[in-house]
């Protein structure tokens, strides 16, 4: 299993530009997570998904949108990129809401 | 969601316990301590977790005191690949909070530095 896979590793913005952060995990898990971490920071989630068709808001979902069409796809997109949105990505997924979380290797995004 | 203290850095030598505290002394009753570590650039990932018994598994051995007001993350035989960002996290079950999900808190965490 490769376990979350997250693309790109790294990519630079320019302000307004628009982008989608692409996230798969091959664990046929039913819940999928966004988090993004500020430098220094913990964690905190955009949104999150308990099955494909459903996804709802997390802490900071301002900016951002997603969709889960099937179990193992969760794209997150990023309409009119800006500076604060400058930070590090993170996908992740579980099994069900009681088990613990699998997380990705990360998304770099610099807006610029 | 109850919250975790947690020392901001901790050193230890390569080849010895490393034993990282935790408070949290408003934790409810049916909520998890769990724990997750994140090394340098990486994602996080998953540790421990337990709710009143000591948990061991492979990784780490997870010490729960009886009041459930602080807990302990042992590493038995600390390596260089353990230095990592280590987070004890305080999970509020599904349908507390008004989540549908097992909230995850992320705080400040312990930097652990292992050294030769």
């Known amino acids: 299993n490769a376990g979350v896979t997250q693309t790109p590793k790294f990519r630079i913005l320019k302000i307004g530009q628009s982008m989608t952060l692409q996230c798969t995990q091959d664990?046929?898990?039913?819940?999928m997570y966004w988090y993004r971490q500020d430098p220094g920071m913990g964690l905190k989630l955009i949104y999150y998904s308990v099955g494909a068709g459903i996804t709802d808001k997390g802490e900071v979902p301002n900016g951002y949108n997603v969709s889960r069409s099937t179990t193992e796809d969760f794209p997150l997109r990023l309409e009119l990129a800006a500076p604060s949105q400058t930070s590090v990505y993170f996908c992740?997924?579980?099994?069900?809401?009681?088990?613990?979380?699998?997380f990705g290797p990360g998304t770099r995004l610099t807006v610029t | 969601d109850a919250k975790t203290t947690q020392p901001t850095s901790m050193d230890c030598a390569e080849g010895r316990a490393a034993n990282l505290p935790c408070n949290h002394s408003?934790?409810?009753?049916?909520?998890?301590v769990y724990w997750y570590r994140q090394i340098h650039s990486q994602g996080p990932q998953y540790i421990i977790h337990g709710l009143k018994n000591n948990e061991t598994n492979e990784m780490a051995s997870l010490i729960i005191t009886e009041d459930r007001k602080s807990s302990t993350l042992i590493l038995p035989h600390a390596t260089l690949r353990d230095t990592a960002v280590y987070y004890c996290i305080v999970r509020v079950p599904p349908g507390a909070g008004g989540t549908s999900y097992g909230k995850l808190t992320f705080g400040q965490g312990t930097i652990l530095t292992v050294h030769p």
């Open positions: 992740a997924s579980s099994y069900n809401r009681d088990y613990e979380q699998y």
């Open positions: 408003t934790i409810s009753g049916n909520e998890y």
């Open positions: 664990m046929n898990h039913n819940y």
